[in-house]
């Protein structure tokens, strides 16, 4: 038995934990058929040394869980007496005990503590001398030195992209170096010349009013004897947005409304050094820090730069460097909100994309076709004369002539207005520029003042590619089939998901860059198979938190622009994601960690949403199956009223968690009362014309219409009295006879699940094959690698991952993989044996392990089915009815005949045959 997999409930990375109370997990990987883990022990010490023997030296203990028998592996319980020790070095070992009584040990894992218990930097004033530290309102302040702050917020008071450095000597080298950091809006940090880490466009996009990320970073191997530097590079993001002169900034673009977080770019840093003897030093960002202007002018999140090379002072953050023409650092207020860490994954480059096609359709432009769209980070590398003007745009479409299109006439700012301006050095050699504070989503790159070759007095283009900026979320899931057509459909979902997944999850990486929540809980079920998303939805609940109103209300995005209004303001299918998100939470990571906290603010909301009931409990606020007719689409009431119902039975099952018995049963009881009215005013029993039962809007009341959306919302959401669930499945197969996706992306994931039910991937394949819109293989046969907003050609945006809730059918009713317990604790198989695949394979690494299903059907009808079950898992493979026998093998044993309609298989590799 091997523990393979550890780690800490809604933490990505683990430098800088400023929680009293976290969560264990773990994964165990066993050959042995029929092991199992009978009992756990997980142990917590501030001395590695006293976790590398059996015995644990009490001396450094901080947590013991002591021996629990128990087979649970998930959401496991830390809370240490007196909390955590503020900047301390933890370790943890887990040791399991199997059916035999055999005890295993995982590794020794370790994490780092920030202050767990102090979330604000001292103003710069109570770190003078003549402050009265022993005034009783500082008293409190200066006699916890051990877990407080001690870093100030410096910069040069201005708001455009600055240097900050510091230099300092070491008389020797730390055993262990852990730099804490941040900058607003976003900051690269490098130590000694090398950037401190991969990590992109830190920190995360936040409420800067109430939160603010610190990201945290090793640098033990980074430090030397003799001169060091810190150097920081800080660029304005969203918390101080910038449209400069002629540029596309969306929070400014229709009513100027965006109202600006700070108007001074900052930055604080702790350094903590430890030394062997037991020292440990702190050094703080402060005046003694030196500053400069950018050579980076201009920082437009929407991929907008101005960057002159001829500013830029090279080897300003490195050892050696004369900084002495650079100004002091000012000590400034910063941001209103409370510091915390950074505890979703960091935004990082992943692959890069070289160019398919390259051509000059103009003098002295050069475009090049990446092959892909996808969101993107552009890196240029040109040759030219001292101060020429490079050009560089970017697009998801281009006019017949090959240049940069923004198809909406609406939005033709975009097309001018969002471009990167480089001046060069004219060193003689080439010369590299990558955006260091913006990103955008394209396929296209058009770059302006040069040429292929360097003629006509044009500095010559050397290369450019794309390199693909996303979420560092552990991808987990593969798919292929035998259909070309479905891996290209496959391929674009894929692309418009990851290329989506930053700080927050946005719907588009291009014109918008928002966190509309819609897509959080609409998506989750298709993004499980493809990210681990589980600390990044955490990061997002807490950005809901922040965004909500005082009354309860939840506006439709998190972090909030607070420009939206009516329906685009407060839609409960988009504010449904602060109920929603803890149970999907428990739902695929098996934690429920977030719900004290979610739980007071999700009262707050249902009490608000009680005050927009009509008709005695339904809602009719809100924007329908938007996406359908373009835009906004029908069906409120059944749709608002679904989610509401939903949220409701979340919020029932977070007070039996927490032992709110009582607000349990209030919420059980009041699920019941919109049940009730839900059916009272939208379940037609009585019409002559139909011969069953079946759901109607209130769209043109009292005109009674019957489509699929409205049967599939209320078969998905369990609201169809029992005596009627076949009749309304009657009603959904009426209206979806023809192969046509009347959805928008609202009503579009419950209309595949109840295809999925209804065992009808021909209809799924039929409506995705469409000629005319809506239809997926549209978009891919008109040359389109990602999705499009909208079920139309000429789209403003072309990276939108809105409509790509197939892709949680793909892999739930094609590979035929979908959860059914906690975590994937149980799995069912059910691969398409009534479908047109004859193969299809994929894996998904689950949080218990790795799942893998390889399905091949022969000529003869005769199928064998592969699939790996992990270690604490049960996968029930579900059986044709009409077969007619079966067998499974399991690795190294013999072959077995079936009996029954599925399979239970505990962990191991098996394979099943099945005659049809």
């Known amino acids: ?115 767990p218990r102090s979330h604000q930097l001292p103003p710069y004033s109570m770190n003078q001398t003549y402050m009265p530290h022993t005034a009783l309102i500082f008293r409190t302040w200066f006699e916890d030195e051990p877990n407080r702050w001690k870093a100030v917020w410096i910069g040069d008071g201005g708001d455009k992209p600055i240097y900050l450095r510091k230099s300092f000597d070491l008389a020797r080298s730390p055993i262990r170096a852990i730099l804490f950091a941040s900058g607003l809006g976003h900051f690269n940090m490098s130590v000694n010349g090398q950037a401190a880490s991969n990590h992109r466009l830190d920190p995360g996009w936040t409420n800067y009013h109430r939160r603010v990320q610190f990201t945290s970073y090793d640098v033990t191997a980074q430090l030397q004897k003799g001169e060091n530097v810190l150097g920081a590079h800080v660029g304005n993001g969203f918390y101080a947005g910038d449209k400069g002169d002629d540029r596309f900034f969306w ?45 980076t002018t201009l920082a437009n999140i929407y991929a ?76 240029v590398v040109v040759e030219g004369a001292v101060g020429s003007e490079v050009i560089v745009r970017y697009s998801e479409t281009v006019k017949e002539d090959g240049t940069v299109l923004m198809p909406d006439p609406l939005f033709k700012e975009f097309e001018t207005g969002v471009f990167s ?40 283009i ?64 298709a993004t499980q198979y493809i990210r681990d998303m589980e600390s990044l939805y955490t990061k997002i609940l807490d950005d809901i938190l922040e965004a909500q109103e005082p009354d309860g209300e939840v506006p439709n995005m998190a972090p909030d622009t607070r420009y939206m209004c009516g329906p685009m303001r407060h839609c409960i299918t988009w504010g449904a994601a602060l109920c929603l998100l803890p149970d999907i939470l428990r739902q695929y990571y098996g934690s429920t960690h977030v719900y004290a906290k979610v739980f007071p603010a999700a009262v707050r909301y249902m009490d608000y949403m009680r005050t927009m009931e009509r008709k005695g409990g339904l809602i009719l606020h809100g924007l329908g199956d938007w996406g359908r007719g373009i835009a906004h689409g029908n069906n409120q009431a059944n749709i608002e009223t679904a989610f509401y119902y939903r949220c409701l039975q979340c919020m029932e099952m977070m007070a039996r968690e927490l032992g709110e018995t009582q607000k349990a049963e209030e919420y059980h009881q ?21 011969p069953y039962a079946y759901y109607t809007s209130l769209d043109n009341y009292p005109e009674r219409d019957r489509d699929a959306i409205a049967q599939a919302m209320a078969l998905q959401f369990g609201m169809v009295p029992a005596e009627h669930r076949a009749d309304v499945m009657a009603a959904f197969m009426d209206d979806v006879a023809d192969g046509r996706m009347r959805s928008g992306e609202i009503g579009l994931r419950f209309l595949f699940n109840t295809l999925a039910d209804a065992k009808r991937p021909d209809l799924v394949l039929q409506m995705a094959r469409q000629e005319e819109h809506p239809s997926y293989m549209r978009f891919l046969r008109r040359g389109e690698t990602t999705l499009l907003e909208f079920w139309q050609d000429a789209c403003r945006s072309k990276c939108h991952d809105m409509l790509g809730t197939i892709y949680e059918w793909f892999y739930a009713a094609v590979l035929g993989l979908k959860p059914t317990g906690e975590a994937y604790r149980t799995f069912v198989v059910d691969p398409p044996y009534d479908s047109e695949f004859n193969h299809v394979e994929g894996s998904v690494d689950c949080p218990y392990g790795l799942i893998t299903i390889d399905f091949v059907r022969d000529e003869q009808e005769a199928v064998t089915l592969r699939v790996r079950v992990p270690f604490g898992t049960t996968a029930v493979v579900n059986l044709p009815k009409n077969a007619k026998h079966w067998a499974y093998l399991r690795a190294g044993e013999a072959k077995q005949t079936l009996d ?11 394979t099943v045959f099945v005659q049809l």
């Open 670 to 690: 009041w699920a019941a009362r919109i049940y009730e009215v839900y059916n009272r005013h939208l379940l037609i029993t009585n019409d002559p014309s139909r």
């Open 251 to 295: 929070p400014m673009y229709e009513d100027n409304t965006y109202v600006r977080h700070g108007n001074e770019l900052c930055f604080f840093s702790e350094l903590h050094l430890f030394y062997e003897d037991g020292e440990h030093t702190t050094m703080i960002s402060d005046p003694t820090w030196r500053v400069s202007k950018s050579a």
């Open 900 to 910: 029954g309609d599925d399979v239970r298989l505990s962990h191991g590799e098996y």
């Open 462 to 525: 050397l290369s450019v590619v794309g390199r693909h900026i996303s979420s560092a979320a552990r991808r987990l899931g593969t798919m292929k089939t035998d259909k070309e057509d479905v891996n290209a459909l496959l391929n674009a979902c894929y692309w418009s998901f990851v290329s989506n997944l930053f700080s927050y999850h946005t719907d588009c990486p291009q014109i918008e860059k928002f966190g509309w929540l819609e897509v959080t809980h609409l998506l989750a079920p």
């Open 304 to 379: 907008s730069e101005n960057h002159d090379r001829r500013l830029y002072p090279t080897g300003w953050d490195a050892p050696g460097f004369d900084d002495a023409q650079w100004a002091p650092a000012k000590p400034l207020t910063g941001p209103r909100g409370r510091i915390y860490y950074q505890n979703q994954p960091p935004v990082v480059l992943h692959e890069t994309f070289e160019p398919v096609k390259i051509y000059s359709p103009r003098p002295g432009v050069v475009c090049y076709d990446l092959g892909q769209n996808a969101s993107t980070m552009v890196k």
């Open 1 to 115: 038995m091997q523990i393979t997999r550890c780690g800490i409930h809604g933490f990505h990375e683990v430098l800088g934990i400023d929680a009293d109370e976290i969560r264990f997990y773990w994964a165990i990987d066993s050959a042995e058929p029929n092991a199992s883990q009978k009992a756990y022990r997980v142990v917590l010490a501030t001395d590695v040394t006293s976790l590398r023997d059996d015995d644990v030296n009490s001396s450094t203990l901080a947590w013991d869980s002591g021996y629990v028998e128990s087979n649970e592996q998930r959401n496991i319980i830390c809370k240490p007496e007196n909390g955590l020790q503020s900047t301390c070095s933890y370790y943890w070992r887990v040791t399991v005990w199997d059916q035999s009584n055999r005890s295993f040990h995982s590794a020794v894992n370790h994490f780092f503590t920030a202050y």
């Open 421 to 460: 301006r480089i001046y060069l050095a004219g060193t003689g050699a080439p010369e590299e520029w990558e955006p260091d504070f913006s990103f955008t989503s394209a396929r296209y790159i058009q770059v302006e003042g040069v040429s292929l070759d360097g003629k006509d007095g044009l500095p010559k």
